[in-house]
């Protein structure tokens, strides 16, 4: 689905490796993603699923990433480090998505405005989840590793958009500073964009 | 600390394969976690941490059982389990843990009531994510892998306690199964409890 930072995430990493796949559109605006052959797919009825093989199906973004990267250097070689990186993508699950990404999606796709009460209740640990990451990247370049990684990815994804869930990274350098190491890096492309009803 | 399903984790875990660990108590309840000396073991000021080696630390409850159980047969061999089995992790992380524990959390030690807003708002999601287990438990004895893994383990520890939650168990007769599978295992203790003031 364009403008999901979910599925937007596979794609980066597979860019970032040089590596082929093939995006299959599936419209969660219209009730796709809810259809029995949807279901078959991913019971849980959400985009982005993974066909790894004929018929074999894997849902959950962050779970694509690992079985996706898991033998590319953007995921490490050390335990503690692999730990760690998965650590970041937990937490981005738990407390990043869950105020950034629904927000935007309310912004976005809800009908929702900044005067929305869901907006509104989200607002403090949105800033809370940025405020971690920027106190994070005063000490270190990356997320969990030395170097970029699966991690990264993940949590690209809707911090480079926070701004369209009413987020303004305007008082957030160091996490600017990343977003630009991140889309600096050789094969990036960015987020597929859907179309939108005229303002 | 007592009561918390994520610090219980990974209880659960060595408990199950049989090796030692230490508790050390944090009560987050009264400011601990946000601690100078707490936080330079987790900036996120939250528990459980694992102390892998001596100065070394490791948050979030899902990466610490990878850490851990990454060896052990609750970790299966086939990447594409591995990737089932983190998937229901991140699932757990994203649409479980965010409506079940934290219902919980409120009624427990946040002073909320069943007619609360904040508990009100999250028993639809709550009910749709048992409903979700229920439906795959249909079909599979276990989370992502033909036998128990580390996927069960995250899953059990606020599962088994939804009830304190608001969410009763009493339609979900897969669900009540497996948790019986679970606590059956060799080696199982239950979640350790705190005082409660006295009702």
Redesign the interface.
């Known amino acids: 689905m364009p403008d999901s930072g979910n599925c937007y995430k596979p794609c980066l990493l597979m860019d970032l490796l040089g590596r082929p796949y093939e995006w299959i559109e599936v419209d969660a605006l219209n009730g796709e993603t809810r259809g029995a052959e949807f279901l078959q797919k991913n ?2 009825g959400r985009v982005p699923v993974l066909e ?1 093989a004929p018929g ?1 199906y ?7 990433l ?2 996706l990267g ?1 033998d590319s250097e953007l995921w490490p070689e050390d ?2 480090e ?3 990186v ?6 981005e ?3 990043h ?2 105020w950034i990404a629904t927000s935007r999606f309310g912004l976005l796709f809800g009908g929702a405005t900044a005067a929305s009460e869901d907006i509104i209740r989200r607002r403090e640990p949105g800033l809370s989840a940025l405020t ?1 990451m920027e ?2 990247l005063g000490g270190c370049s990356w997320f969990g590793a030395s170097s970029i990684s699966l991690a990264d990815i993940a949590l690209f994804a809707y911090t480079h958009v926070a701004g369209e869930g009413g987020f303004s990274l305007d008082g957030f350098p160091a996490v600017r500073s990343w977003l630009e190491r991140v889309a600096a890096r050789p094969g990036f492309r960015p987020m597929r964009r859907g179309k939108r009803p005229s303002a």
């Open positions: 019971p849980a790894y074999a894997l849902p959950e973004s962050n779970a694509i690992f079985f898991r335990p503690a692999q730990a760690a998965l650590g970041w993508m937990f937490w699950q738990n407390s998505e869950v971690r106190e994070h």
